[in-house]
Each structure stands twice: as structure tokens, then as C-alpha cells.
């Protein structure tokens, strides 16, 4: 049986664009998973927009929002502190609550560095990596419900040839440093999307996110590249495996 897997993404928008394939084709096999989004409250304009991103995935349930300030835009959460301030603890005992209650196999992540090093990323690493081991121990948050083995963790991330298409297609005339990526030895998992069907749908759901198509210079620049350049990206996501038990779960 395909196992239950819950994402678990800092902003709308990533969910898409980093493990979109993974989600829809998951989804197609017949499988189920959840999403939970930290930032962006819902009634916000990219709350909506990852409603809709969700649903083209085929995820059969709504994201459940966090609800935090993005790091950088107070008004993504009005009157909630900032998601990388907020106590680190009480972060945990809510993501184990979901936890808990959702009993996923596997939870997937950003890598310890947040893909590219942003701030909510590898908060969010930290607080999913966290709340899975947790989740486990019956002594801890004893009234959040019984407690729950996830068997593996997976942490998506960017590859060096990644990186390299990046920086000269997508980051090129932008003030942003340039990271190394994962060595291809340190990948533990490629999820290649063969079917052109589930492509198209990571587009489709990409798209959903009409304020960042407006907003972000890297999402233009992505989504304009040469068809068969952003193929190339698209089509591959890459991730480490960390086993919480003997054996883990495999993700596909
Ligand atoms: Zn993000």
C-alpha cells in the first residue's frame, strides 16, 4: 500500500515547486497526503492561491495553515508574530498535535539548509524534524494524542547540476549568493516525473500562485525559461532520506 505522507512547506508556493511532482504523482498511484503551509494566514491572497495549488496537485484536502508571518511581510499574517520568532516549543506541540492526528509514514521537508538558505526554510526543517521525533514519545505532550512512529523523513533539496541551471538561467542578473548544491552521492532519492501529464499538472499548480508569478523576479524567470530547460528542472526532485526506524518507509 502507498504510504501516508505529510508536507511540510514554509510558504505557498513551495509546495509546487519543489515537490509538486512527487504530491501529484503520488496522489495519481492512489495515494493520500496532507499539506501543512507555515505562513500566510488564512483570508490572505496566497493562502487562497495555495488552496487552489493543493486541489490541482489532487491533494484531497484543504492545507492546513499554520498561520505565522512570512519573514519578510508582516501583512501575510496580520497581528501573528513572524514564524521564525514565535516559541519554538509551542511550534512543536502544534505540528505534533497534526501529527498525531494524521499518522503520516513519511513527512517531507526542506534539507537542513532550506534548499537555498532561506530563513523560513530551514525553520521549517528544523520544526518538522523536530515534531516527527516527538511525535513518537509518549511523554511528551501526553493530551496531543497517541503517540505517532513516523518512519522516515525526506528532505528535498537542490542538486549541484540544479544549482548550476539556476544560477545561469534563473538567478543570473540577481544579487543573491551562490550556494554549492548536494553532491549527486548525497541524494538518496530522484523522483523523475516521466509522464507529461504530471509535469503539466506541477505547472498548472506552479502558475496558481498568480502573486508571486507578479511579484518575484526568480518565478518569472523560471517559469519563461526555454521549455526544455525548465523541463529538465521540473521534471526531477531530489531528496535525502533520514529513517526514524530499521528500514524506514520507501516514499515510492
Ligand atoms: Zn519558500
Same mark, same amino acid.
Given at each position: 500500500?502507498?504510504?501516508?505522507?505529510?508536507?511540510?512547506?514554509?510558504?505557498?508556493?513551495?509546495?509546487?515547486?519543489? $515537490? &509538486?511532482?512527487?504530491?501529484?504523482?503520488?496522489?495519481a498511484?492512489? &495515494? =493520500?497526503?496532507?499539506?501543512?503551509?507555515?505562513?500566510?494566514?488564512?483570508?490572505?491572497?496566497?493562502?487562497?492561491?495555495? +488552496?487552489? /495549488? !493543493?486541489?490541482?496537485?489532487?491533494?484531497?484536502?484543504?492545507?492546513?495553515?499554520?498561520?505565522?508571518?512570512?519573514?519578510?511581510?508582516?501583512?501575510?499574517?496580520? &497581528?501573528? *508574530?513572524?514564524?521564525?520568532e514565535?516559541?519554538?516549543?509551542?511550534?512543536?506541540? +502544534?505540528?505534533v498535535?497534526?501529527?498525531?492526528?494524521?499518522?503520516?509514514?513519511?513527512?517531507?521537508?526542506?534539507?537542513?539548509?532550506?534548499?537555498?538558505?532561506?530563513?523560513?526554510?530551514?525553520?521549517?526543517?528544523?520544526? !518538522?524534524?523536530? #515534531?516527527?521525533?516527538? /511525535?513518537?514519545?509518549?511523554?511528551?505532550?501526553?493530551?496531543?494524542?497517541? *503517540?505517532?512512529?513516523?518512519?522516515?523523513?525526506?528532505?528535498?533539496?537542490?542538486?549541484?547540476?540544479?544549482?548550476?541551471?539556476l544560477?545561469?538561467?534563473?538567478? =543570473?542578473?540577481?544579487? +543573491?549568493?551562490?550556494?554549492?548544491?548536494?553532491?549527486?552521492?548525497?541524494?538518496?532519492?530522484? +523522483?523523475?516525473?516521466?509522464?507529461?501529464? %504530471?509535469?503539466?499538472?506541477?505547472?498548472?499548480? %506552479?502558475?496558481?500562485?498568480?502573486?508571486?508569478? =507578479?511579484?518575484?523576479? #526568480?518565478?518569472?524567470?523560471?517559469? $519563461?525559461?526555454? *521549455?526544455?530547460?525548465?523541463? $529538465?528542472?521540473?521534471? $526531477?526532485?531530489?531528496?535525502?532520506?533520514? =529513517?526514524?526506524?530499521?528500514g524506514?518507509?520507501?516514499?515510492?
Open positions: 500500500m502507498a504510504p501516508r505522507l505529510l508536507f511540510v512547506h514554509a510558504h505557498p508556493d513551495d509546495e509546487s515547486l519543489w $515537490t &509538486g511532482g512527487t504530491i501529484a504523482r503520488h496522489i498511484a492512489g &495515494g =493520500d497526503a496532507d499539506l501543512i503551509v507555515c505562513t500566510w494566514a488564512p483570508g490572505t491572497s496566497r493562502h487562497a492561491e495555495v +488552496v487552489d /495549488a !493543493a486541489r490541482i496537485l489532487g491533494l484531497p484536502r484543504e492545507p492546513i495553515a499554520l498561520g505565522y508571518a512570512d519573514d519578510r511581510i508582516p501583512e501575510s499574517a496580520p &497581528g501573528a *508574530p513572524r514564524f521564525c514565535a516559541r519554538f516549543d509551542s511550534q512543536v506541540r +502544534v505540528m498535535e497534526h501529527i498525531r492526528r494524521l499518522r503520516p509514514d513519511a513527512v517531507v521537508t526542506y534539507d537542513p539548509i532550506g534548499v537555498y538558505g532561506h530563513q523560513d526554510h530551514i525553520h521549517t526543517h528544523r520544526l !518538522a524534524d523536530a #515534531a516527527a521525533r516527538a /511525535a513518537a514519545v509518549p511523554n511528551i505532550y501526553r493530551r496531543l494524542g497517541d *503517540p505517532w512512529q513516523v518512519k522516515s523523513i525526506y528532505e528535498v533539496t537542490a542538486t549541484a547540476w540544479m544549482i548550476d541551471i544560477w545561469e538561467h534563473v538567478f =543570473d542578473d540577481m544579487p +543573491v549568493e551562490r550556494l554549492q548544491g548536494t553532491p549527486d552521492h548525497e541524494v538518496d532519492l530522484r +523522483v523523475d516525473i516521466e509522464s507529461a501529464a %504530471i509535469v503539466d499538472r506541477k505547472e498548472s499548480a %506552479i502558475s496558481a500562485h498568480h502573486t508571486e508569478m =507578479d511579484r518575484s523576479l #526568480a518565478m518569472k524567470a523560471l517559469m $519563461t525559461l526555454p *521549455p526544455e530547460i525548465r523541463r $529538465t528542472l521540473l521534471a $526531477t526532485e531530489c531528496y535525502r532520506r533520514r =529513517d526514524l526506524t530499521p524506514g518507509i520507501d516514499l515510492l
